[in-house]
């Protein structure tokens, strides 16, 4: 049997105004999203995208084609919502998350992605990225033309290449995991890895329940300066005893995270 123990926290952080981030924990979806676009356009298209997502969480099963259905409907309002606002604000989102999905193959996670926010997971005590940021920066990391140290003080490092809001549709990428009892996925904007490196990220994520680590990680990114929104969520994969991969005929979570934004 799979399930999730999940906790989030977020923060407007120390010099915004207004906190344009948006989160999702539901059973089996958990999401961040970071909106962008003047006049209080980001905040709202970070909760649309969150909504349509949501929309998509409440099936059970849930499979990698409703994801992308959710995604591709986010996008939709956004566009929709921009043309109504006259579209003068580059309105749009990040969207990144971590779904439990039926496959042909069996139960799988699926990591998604679409900009600049980033999924992580610890496993055996090592903190990897997941996801590629869409971003200039990482284009130019690519290219050999700077370091990932020197992307992260790359004074174009915020100008992102995919988001949701745009046409076409920009395509999500994906990865399958498979769910395995202990590891950890950290989801989060770039104000909390923005003033955290990896090495600092990593005690943190391990220190107490998942609640406890996204408290703890929030905290720590404002206190280095909070110079951004702040959104993190933690999500601890959990199986019964003696049960090391994951159960393929079971797919009901044992642990139902608190509530949403
Ligand atoms: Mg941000």
Redesign the pocket.
């Known amino acids: 049997m799979t399930g999730f123990c999940a906790g989030a926290a977020t923060t407007v952080g120390r010099v915004r105004r207004v906190n344009?981030?948006s989160y999702l924990i539901s059973p089996l979806l958990y999401a961040v999203a970071?909106g962008?676009g003047g006049h209080g356009s980001g905040d709202v298209a970070s909760a649309l995208a969150i909504g349509a997502l949501q929309d998509r969480a409440r099936l059970h099963p849930l499979s990698a084609d409703a994801v992308f259905a959710g995604l591709y409907q986010a996008n939709r309002v956004i566009v929709q919502a921009a043309a109504q606002r006259g579209n003068a604000d580059g309105m749009g989102t990040?969207i990144t998350g971590l779904a439990l999905i039926e496959t042909s193959g069996g139960i799988h996670l699926m990591v998604f992605n679409i900009g600049d926010?980033r999924v992580y997971r610890l496993a055996d005590g090592r903190l990897d990225q997941i996801t590629v940021d869409h971003s200039e920066a990482q284009e130019l990391v690519v290219a050999g033309q700077l370091t990932r140290a020197e992307a992260r003080t790359y004074p174009r490092r915020?100008i992102i290449t995919r988001a949701l809001g745009s046409a076409p549709p920009p395509a999500p990428d994906h990865w399958l995991l498979p769910a395995i009892a202990g590891d950890r996925y950290l989801l989060c904007?770039?104000?909390l890895f923005?003033e955290l490196t990896d090495d600092q990220i990593l005690p943190l994520l391990t220190a107490g329940d998942p609640q406890h680590a996204a408290d703890t990680l929030v905290a720590a990114a404002n206190d280095a300066g909070g110079r951004?929104?702040i959104t993190v969520i933690v999500v601890a994969v959990d199986q019964d005893e003696g049960d090391d991969r994951a159960a393929e005929d079971d797919t009901i979570p044992r642990d139902l995270p608190p509530g949403g934004p």
């Open positions: 344009e981030d970071d962008m990040t926010s915020n904007s770039d104000g923005s951004d929104n």
